[in-house]
């Protein structure tokens, strides 16, 4: 009888989930007809995933797999896949991305990325907000993102990047190897610690700084990470059900209160620093932050700076000088050239007056987009120019940067590292919107002055000290961790560094 019992509860259990798949299986097969139906051009979706297999079983980075669908909709504006089972629309065509990010802003103003903000309070800021809290919040912030307030801080990134030449300095005479994605990453935690809170945590001399550690957390690759933050973007009203965080709740503990003691301890000490705590503080007591006198703010921006994309960047753009060693050196003498005038300081017109710098450093967010895609969500019905779509209220827009920035049409021989892209003349022969590292538009990066600022200053410092060179652990060919959405070298970045040779 118990026999029979178990065998009769199992065989209920097996159908239960033979019918559920089937169930799913058989909605989605119907599911995926919506682009079809609407006579949109669409890329086949596979069960489960829809669209995004690869990434999904983590073959191949998010970034990736939309410059694969963007490769194979080729001719086309624009083209339907799904994320999953959710339908999105895949832009291809500049013109059209500008009509999205500007002219039409008002129906696409929104990321659609769902969170609950009592839950994850990190996840307020401005770079996931909507509609209003969005408008209000940003409209504040724009004065503190000025040329003046940079200016203002210059020094304390200048101080971190002494920080980073000296620590480079005992590798630099063995003439040894360094993973630069964990040095570089280093250095801007070392720039937000000092510039955000005003704190010197020295996180090279230190790798066991709160900072390093906390922050370092919040990319951290874990099975658990993935899973919860495939619920959070895919599944988000089972999300909403079970209030999960997309930022760990001990990680949102310690900046929450290093915030708050750090705030509290300058106002009970009448304490004034030269930092964005001081302007947030600023903001916080009376409602706004000023601009200096004659200084005009920085328009259409929005936060998203901080040590990952930052170190991103001087990442890949160190492997690129160090595969190309006729860029470096022309880099070098232009930075030589420009300290030589302070012996051998780097001020902050030095870096303004850096156009090669300039080139190089563009060329490497073209080749290496720290945000691969920009992700909108259309919030009131849009009729696309030119065509008879109509892009319904609550569908997902995906803009694919790494595939346009790849593009042969707008780059030629895309994959060749070539700062001169990047000429006056160059520039103005393709369209503005081939180019979007920082996004465009009321929504572009309000930290893009200030994480292009500490990238130019860390380079720059370097190089005027040191040569990097490949070596054998320097990945070849280039090969991203399909775990992670910013780009990121499989098992590190290796290059060797030495001491110059100053004759």
């Not at 895919?234 to 079970?242: G, R, T, V, Y």
Request: with cysteine; proline share 5%; charged share 25%.
């Amino acid at each position: 009888m118990a026999l029979f019992l178990i065998s009769w509860i199992l065989g209920t259990f097996i159908i239960i989930i033979i019918s559920s798949v089937t169930g799913l299986y058989f909605y989605l097969l119907l599911n995926y007809s919506y682009w079809k139906k609407r006579g949109i051009y669409s890329l086949t979706p596979k069960f489960p995933f829809g669209n995004l297999g690869e990434t999904m079983t983590l073959k191949k980075p998010m970034g990736e797999t939309y410059a694969d669908i963007y490769k194979n909709a080729y001719g086309q504006r624009f083209v339907g896949i799904f994320h999953l089972h959710i339908p999105t629309l895949v832009i291809r065509d500049p013109e059209l991305i500008k009509m999205l990010l500007i002219k039409d802003f008002s129906s696409f103003h929104d990321r659609g990325i769902n969170f609950v903000e009592e839950v994850d309070p990190l996840t307020a800021n401005l770079f996931m907000l909507s509609g209003i809290k969005w408008e209000n919040l940003r409209r504040k912030l724009v004065p503190v993102f000025t040329s003046g307030k940079m200016k203002m801080m210059f020094q304390s990134i200048v101080d971190c990047g002494h920080q980073l030449r000296e620590y480079l300095e005992e590798t630099a005479s063995c003439g040894d190897v360094f993973d630069v994605k964990d040095v570089m990453a280093k250095y801007t935690t070392d720039v937000i610690a000092s510039c955000a809170f005003g704190i010197r945590c020295n996180c090279l001399e230190n790798p066991d700084a709160e900072f390093r550690k906390w922050g370092k957390k919040i990319f951290e690759p874990t099975t658990e990470s993935s899973i919860r933050n495939f619920i959070i973007f895919c599944l988000p009203s089972i999300a909403k059900f079970f209030k999960l965080a997309m930022v760990p709740h001990d990680v949102t503990k310690f900046f929450q209160t290093a915030v708050w003691e750090t705030v509290k301890y300058r106002e009970e000490n009448n304490i004034q620093c030269n930092d964005f705590l001081q302007l947030m503080i600023q903001l916080k007591n009376s409602g706004i932050c000023e601009a200096f006198e004659n200084e005009k703010p920085t328009e259409n921006t929005e936060t998203k700076g901080g040590f990952e994309t930052s170190s991103t960047t001087m990442t890949f753009c160190f492997y690129e000088l160090a595969l190309n060693t006729d860029i470096q050196n022309r880099l070098r003498d232009e930075i030589d050239n420009a300290t030589k005038k302070h012996d051998g300081n780097i001020t902050y017109d030095d870096i303004q007056e850096m156009t090669y710098l300039d080139k190089v450093v563009s060329e490497t967010l073209r080749k290496y987009p720290p945000f691969p895609l920009l992700n909108r969500e259309c919030t009131k019905k849009f009729h696309i120019p030119d065509s008879d779509v109509v892009i319904e209220k609550g569908t997902k827009i995906v803009i694919p940067i790494l595939g346009i920035h790849r593009d042969p049409e707008h780059y030629a021989a895309p994959d060749k590292f070539d700062p001169e892209r990047f000429s006056t003349e160059e520039k103005m022969k393709r369209h503005h919107y081939a180019y979007l590292p920082f996004g465009e538009g009321p929504r572009v990066c309000i930290g893009q002055r200030f994480g292009l600022m500490q990238a130019k200053v860390g380079i720059a410092l370097i190089l005027a000290n040191y040569e990097l060179e490949i070596c054998e652990k320097t990945p070849n060919p280039l090969v991203f961790d399909p775990k992670l959405f910013f780009p990121t070298a499989l098992n590190g970045m290796w290059l060797k560094i030495k001491k110059r040779n100053i004759t």
